[in-house]
């Protein structure tokens, strides 16, 4: 397998997927913002003030955590979970938000647009903002802003301003679309901190390189501990970025096989899911071409999850292209599969995950018993359950 | 030579600026949309730019996204607006333009979509999240209808000559920085748009964005070539689902004799 982690290429491709799908008002604003970031990258005063605050202000690394009453539960594999529910804000979404709210900083840009679905990616930017006094405004749709009344509030706690939107079908994806709309409007003043994987070329590169501390951490942290690496690394996908965060300092290590695990919602043969991977066709939204769940005459499908942070139709570049390589494998679990999941962990090992990472614990149910106990997998918890909490006391 | 071409040739003969009218495909219905052709015909537009209706249009204000959702609840779709073409260019030959995302073309097959675009008469086409740096999966040379790429007030020096390159029949200058809607003036960055655009390019340039009604159809031709009217359009067309044909017919012909009042 030739360097897949040298991707994209200068235009944002990897492979044929990626690249900048957006209107010619924000073109310079993509060039100048790669520029402004590939110069970061390699500036060793931006890497070091990141650092510090990744580690001081955000509370990393986080711990690698052998579970050995799950491991035993299983009766399979070793089984490590990566703590980004320990996080500050409770997920991986600080790791982002931090990079380029200093990145933004550097760049002169005062004003931060973010979208958010469950609210967790508007809460990290809301506090990163507020930590370098930054003006924030977050959109969210309308649905959504309802169903999280509370991250709503905490966003405000913040300072942060939250915009709720009524287009379409008032979530993620609309909040998406209107986020930018704003930046086309006010790109000359505006930062816009996206939260996953995925839009318009240097997003995709960006927000992975930022979250692949996620790796870089739980290979050292691995190697530490079993001294080899692991067989497998599992995490969800809704956009991804927790997922390619962990996967992509792996990348050539051919030994080492990768799972996503997108949302079945009620199951795949229904409508109602997101398994954009497993049941999409290729296409073009938010600014990339990349696996979509659409209609046959390219109209963008609505989805579900009980995951508000896998609700999403489209997924980042990137896990298409590991797709189409193969060199991670996408899979997906159900509501139903995720709840029993949150269930098993919060009972075994006192904690509560993220519906969006119960996901990728899920999985584990099918991997396990094809395992034998000398071979280790990495999980990704990459959030805590507390935002939860209202859905399970409805499904309880 | 295109009919695009011709179009413009033939009004900078007469001295003469181009009057280009948006309607989104589908809103209120199909057949309600061949209707409001023949009306922006008669009313005095030169070029007809069609929306082709899509889920996520995002370089759209509140009017033209309703637009697109109430052609989505008629189900209408590409295949569709397709047909219409053919039905409108048995009788007429005023240049027609699909305007449309790109997922829409990629979806449909890009091959088959300027396949069908020249069997049907389909004179050009806008897709406005598709900048030339992306424009590789067909051999320009090989496209059979007039591609039309945007320009943008923040488009670099480097980006308006890719950009001028990359067009046929005319190049759209967006009027301002942001979105399609109604605005109450005209953004001064048009008329440095177009100013910039002259030194590139001797193509015909059309403004449009922002557009409302005209006095500002008026403004922008003292130094454009045509002006492009969309959301004014689909806003009196939302006003009047039932019959929008006399509202819009008589709203064009004002536009129109404010773009002649010019010498």
């Known amino acids: 397998m030739t360097n897949l982690s040298g991707l994209p290429d200068s235009k944002g491709h990897f492979g044929e997927f990626g690249g900048r799908f957006v209107p010619e008002t924000i073109i310079p604003a993509l060039t100048e913002l790669t520029k402004a970031y590939l110069h970061a990258k390699e500036d060793p005063s931006f890497q070091e003030e990141l650092t510090y605050y990744l580690e001081n202000y955000a509370g990393r690394p986080t711990p690698l955590y052998f579970a050995k009453r799950l491991t035993e539960h299983l009766k399979g594999p070793k089984i490590y979970l990566k703590r980004e529910d320990l996080a500050h804000t409770g997920a991986h979404k600080i790791n982002n938000t931090l990079g380029q709210c200093l990145l933004a900083k550097k760049m002169g840009k005062n004003r931060i647009i973010a979208e958010t679905g469950a609210g967790q990616h508007g809460v990290a930017t809301a506090t990163a903002a507020a930590l370098l006094g ?3 405004v977050v959109y969210m749709g309308a649905e959504d802003v309802r169903r999280q009344a509370l991250n709503v509030f905490r966003m405000e706690l ?3 301003k939250v915009v709720p939107v009524t287009s379409g079908s008032k979530t993620l994806k609309d909040a998406i679309n209107e986020t930018m709309r704003d930046w086309i409007t006010n790109v000359e003043t505006t930062f816009y901190c996206l939260g996953s994987c995925m839009g318009p070329h240097p997003y995709p590169m960006m927000v992975r390189d930022f979250q692949s501390v996620i790796g870089k951490e739980a290979k050292g942290q691995i190697l530490n501990f079993e001294s080899r ?3 497998y690394l ?17 990348l050539d290590d051919s030994e080492v096989k990768m799972i996503g695990v997108e949302a079945a919602g009620l199951g795949l043969a229904t409508k109602e899911n997101c398994a954009t991977l497993e049941k999409g066709t290729p296409g073009v939204l938010h600014g990339s071409l990349s696996y979509l769940l659409q209609s046959k005459t390219g109209q963008v499908s609505s989805t579900h999850s009980i995951s508000a942070g896998l609700d999403y139709p489209g997924v980042g570049p990137e896990h298409s292209y590991l797709k189409e390589t193969k060199r991670a494998e996408y899979v997906s679990v159900t509501d139903k599969e995720a709840l029993e999941a949150f269930h098993l962990l919060t009972r075994l090992e006192g904690i509560m995950p993220a519906l969006e990472s119960s996901h990728a614990l899920a999985y584990l149910k099918k991997l396990a018993p094809k395992l034998d106990p ?3 997998v990495v999980v990704c918890l990459s959030g805590r359950g507390d935002k939860d909490i209202e859905i399970l006391r409805e499904t309880a | 030579m295109s009919r695009i071409s011709e179009k413009f040739k033939g009004l900078r003969e007469n001295n003469k600026k181009a009057l280009i009218a948006y309607i989104t495909a589908g809103d209120p219905t199909l057949p309600l949309t061949e209707k409001l052709v023949y009306a922006l015909l008669k009313s005095g537009a030169d070029i007809i730019e069609l929306g082709i209706p899509f889920s996520d249009p995002l370089a759209d204000g509140p009017i033209i996204q309703a637009s697109h959702q109430r052609a989505l609840k008629k189900n209408v779709s590409l295949a569709d607006v397709f047909a219409l073409v053919k039905k409108i260019r048995n009788k007429t030959e005023i240049p027609l333009i ?6 829409l073309m990629f979806r449909y097959g890009t091959q088959k979509f300027f396949k069908d675009a020249q069997e049907f008469g389909l004179d050009g086409v806008i897709v406005p999240d598709l900048p030339p740096d992306e424009w590789t999966p067909v051999k320009r040379s090989a496209v059979p209808i007039d591609m039309i790429f945007l320009a943008a007030p923040t488009s670099t020096s480097e980006r308006l000559e890719l950009i001028s390159d990359a067009s046929k029949g005319f190049i759209y200058l967006v009027s301002l920085t942001g979105i399609t809607g109604k605005r109450a003036t005209v953004s001064n960055a048009a008329f440095s748009l177009v100013e910039k655009m002259r030194k590139i390019t001797d193509k015909p340039l059309a403004v449009g ?3 409302s009604g005209p006095k500002q159809a008026k403004a922008v031709v003292q130094y454009a070539d045509g002006v492009i009217v969309g959301s004014a359009i689909v806003d009196i067309i939302a006003r009047n689902p039932k019959a929008p044909a006399p509202k819009v017919g008589k709203f064009v012909a004002s536009l129109r004799r404010a773009i002649d009042s010019v010498k």
Do not use: K, R, W
Not at chain 1, 234 to 248: E, M, P, T
Not at chain 2, 98 to 103: D, H, R, T, V
């Open chain 2, 98 to 103: 699909f305007m449309l995302s790109y997922n």
């Open chain 1, 234 to 250: 599992v995490a969800c996908v809704g956009g991804g970025s927790n997922a390619i965060g962990l996967f992509h300092p792996f």
């Open chain 1, 229 to 231: 690496l692991p067989d």
């Open chain 1, 374 to 376: 000398t071979q280790i």
């Open chain 1, 158 to 160: 913040l300072g942060t």
């Open chain 2, 209 to 211: 964005f922002g557009i």
């Open chain 1, 134 to 136: 930054q003006e924030c």
